[in-house]
Antibody
């Protein structure tokens, strides 16, 4: 079955960097778009970034544009989120999520990881 | 960006009640509207996609309707395990956006 396992979260000082990973299994990774969605403590869901199945045109929320970079490694079935210049407001649980339709640009998220907590604090 | 306005923000109901949550988009989203359920400490789970389609394995007491900018989500007979926060999400335009959530309590 589909599994998404995030890792890389932790406590980091403002201005520093962190890289999150999401290891995927149970499906043909190269056929599906992958997203990052975050949730600040006690708050709602905020979509962060997408890497489409064909690796075209990654897209970012305005709140992270220019600071975060999404990438994927097909050989490892892993999607990454490189987070630079971190701010206190980036503190959140970060989830990776998978598109539900193969080789589609835009689809609902049918599988999510368990999330990894990023805390930005001095 | 498309704004998603969900109401109510919280709702208290009894087991067996019919519960309805609404979601309004700031522009036509061509029915690219999903509903997710999030239980405490867990990842969200897709329940309804494209406004009215039930995700595989989701109980039939959950349903969705609507078009254009106005959508609704209904639980026909509330069960104790339905206690969660429910979110609508549009994926018609990037950036994808979520409603603020509806906390459902018994």
């Amino acid at each position: 079955q589909v599994q998404l396992v995030e890792s890389g979260g932790g406590v980091v000082q403002p201005g520093r960097s962190l890289r999150l990973s999401c290891a995927a299994s149970g499906f043909t990774f190269s056929d599906y778009g992958m997203h990052w969605v975050r949730q600040a403590p006690g708050k709602g869901l905020e979509w962060v970034a997408v890497m489409w199945y064909d690796e075209s045109n990654p897209y970012y929320a305005d709140s992270v544009k220019g600071r975060f970079t999404i990438s994927r490694d097909k050989s490892k079935s892993t999607v990454y989120l490189q987070m630079n210049s971190l701010r206190a407001e980036d503190t959140a649980v970060y989830y990776c999520a998978k598109d539900s339709v193969a080789k589609e640009i835009a689809a609902p998220f049918d599988s999510w990881g368990q999330g990894t907590l990023v805390t930005v604090s001095s | 960006d498309i704004q998603m306005t969900q109401s109510p923000s919280s709702l208290s109901a009894s087991v067996g009640d019919r519960v309805t949550i609404t979601c309004q988009a700031s522009q036509d989203i061509n029915n690219y509207l999903n509903w997710y359920q999030q239980k405490p400490g867990k990842a969200p789970k897709l329940l309804i996609y494209d406004a009215s389609n039930l995700e595989t394995g989701v109980p039939s007491r959950f349903s969705g309707s609507g078009s254009g900018t106005d959508f609704s989500f209904t639980i026909s007979s509330l069960q104790p395990e339905d206690i969660a926060i429910y979110y609508c999400q549009q994926y018609d335009n990037l950036p994808y956006t979520f409603g603020q959530g509806t906390k459902l309590e018994i």
